[in-house]
């Protein structure tokens, strides 16, 4: 509701998905048009701790991390871009 509230457009959000086996690769492409890409920014939420441990008691890799476990992250919204009025 934080992020949508910062939009002055109605139906600003276009998709959602859900998280799942697969992680954001496997997921986000089924919700957008192919000529589009997603931007995933790593550093724009906290990684629960929890997942630092595992990748390193693994080892696992970043990728890996990210495809199995989604480091945190179960649901997206693909939403309009957000135009400053």
């Known amino acids: 509701m934080k992020l949508l509230s910062q939009y002055k457009v109605k139906q600003i959000v276009h998709a959602m998905a859900h998280i799942t086996g697969g992680g954001f690769d496997g997921?986000?492409?089924?919700?957008?048009p192919a000529n589009?890409?997603?931007v995933i920014k790593k550093?724009?939420?906290?990684?629960?701790k929890i997942f630092s441990f595992l990748q390193k008691k693994g080892p696992v890799e970043e990728s890996e991390m990210f495809r199995v476990f989604n480091m945190g992250i179960g649901?997206?919204?693909i939403v309009a871009v957000k135009t400053i009025l």
């Open 43 to 48: 550093s724009s939420w906290p990684i629960p």
């Open 36 to 38: 589009c890409d997603a």
């Open 27 to 32: 997921n986000i492409p089924q919700v957008i």
């Open 75 to 77: 649901y997206i919204l």
